[in-house]
């Protein structure tokens, strides 16, 4: 049985610098960079430009991993795709990305797979891919998390809470077959759907009929309360910090190690003080905990991939190092990943 490793990363965010000031001065919202920095770490976020979608930020990211994977577009044999905020309700982004890479044009009709676990989506694709690379099913598989939040924010000061968080970008990586002793040695994956509405966006409500209210004019007409994410944050906090701390010992437990093991600690980037927070009560030194949510905000699927990326780029991510990856985000859901990079 094969290894699975990670052979190329790839990210590509937004164009628009989206500055904590730049919420008050061109959205009208009010709010500060000083509480916004405070509550969420978040300094800037970066937006896409209209027209611009998930799948759109997913082909260059794409493209660097495929790249830097040493192999071509059409080595590729499956696409999972892991979004929140895709182009349309349905297909999904994995089949845009498909076409966009060229694929369709060199009569390459692989597979493509939409996943819908928000923030915790590319562990749970991660863990995909490693499934179908150890069973013989792909030899090189496409993970790739991309998000365009900025089309769905309410910027105004209603929203800030939940607006001023997200930012807009697509990480990638080729999940790649290996006889070497190396790669992706487990993940762990976790839900609790009994706080499924506590972080949502419901938009429509397909228990309704119709599944959007009409005016007389038979126009859909969807209220704020539908239209835009909401979310308890205290709960959110709390869960979050509980699930991450446990599927991480979970993890760390079944391969008889410890956290003074783990060279790097990749954390989804939801909130800075959340990171912080389990890095004080696991005794993790700063130099292990890399983020970026500083720069990007909360890009979702997309966090992950974005710290592997730029780890390796700045020399913080070696051949040789143990990394843990772990998320936690609506639904609830969680997940971690032991790799040996």
């Known amino acids: 049985m094969p290894n699975a490793f990670i052979s190329g990363v790839g990210f590509n965010p937004a164009s628009n610098v989206v500055k904590n000031d730049d919420l ?4 009208g919202m009010e709010t500060d960079h000083e509480w916004i920095v405070k509550r969420t770490g978040i300094e800037e976020r970066r937006f896409a430009d209209e027209g611009i979608g998930p799948a759109d930020l997913a082909v260059a990211a794409s493209q ?15 696409i999972l795709f892991a979004t929140l905020s895709p182009e349309m309700a349905f297909p999904g982004s994995g089949v845009l990305l498909q076409r966009k890479l060229g694929l369709c044009d060199a009569g390459k009709f692989i597979p493509a797979m939409d996943i819908r676990n928000q923030c915790s989506g590319f562990l749970y694709g991660l863990a995909t891919a490693n499934a179908f690379v150890r069973s013989g099913g792909a030899k090189h598989v496409l993970v790739v998390g991309g998000e365009v939040h900025s089309a769905a924010l309410d910027l105004s000061t209603r929203g800030r809470t939940v607006s001023s968080l997200f930012g807009d970008a ?12 190396r790669g992706i040695r487990g993940t762990w994956l ?20 119709p599944y959007v209210p009409l005016n007389a004019d038979g126009n859909g007409v969807v209220v704020p309360e539908m239209l835009y994410a909401k979310m308890d944050g205290k709960l959110v906090f709390r869960h979050a910090v509980e699930r991450m701390i446990t599927v991480l010992m979970q993890a760390c437990w079944e391969h008889k190690l410890t956290p003074n093991d783990i060279d790097l600690f990749c954390f989804h980037q939801a909130n800075l003080r959340i990171n912080e927070y389990i890095a004080g009560q696991m005794g993790l030194p700063p130099e292990k905990v890399v983020s970026n949510i500083q720069r990007f905000g909360n890009t979702t699927a997309a966090t992950i991939p974005s710290l592997l990326f730029e780890a390796e780029r700045d020399g913080k991510l070696k051949p040789g190092m143990k990394v843990a990856c ?8 969680w997940g971690c990943a032991l790799i040996d990079w």
């Open 24 to 27: 008050r001065t061109k959205y």
């Open 190 to 209: 976790g839900a609790d759907g009994r706080h499924a509405e506590v972080l949502c966006q419901r938009v429509w409500d397909m228990t309704k009929r």
């Open 170 to 181: 697509a990480g990638a990586v080729v999940v790649s077959a290996t006889d070497e002793d």
């Open 64 to 78: 660097d991993a495929i790249a830097k994977a040493g192999i071509k577009v059409t080595d590729i044999d499956l």
């Open 326 to 333: 772990v998320a936690f985000g609506s639904g609830f859901t």
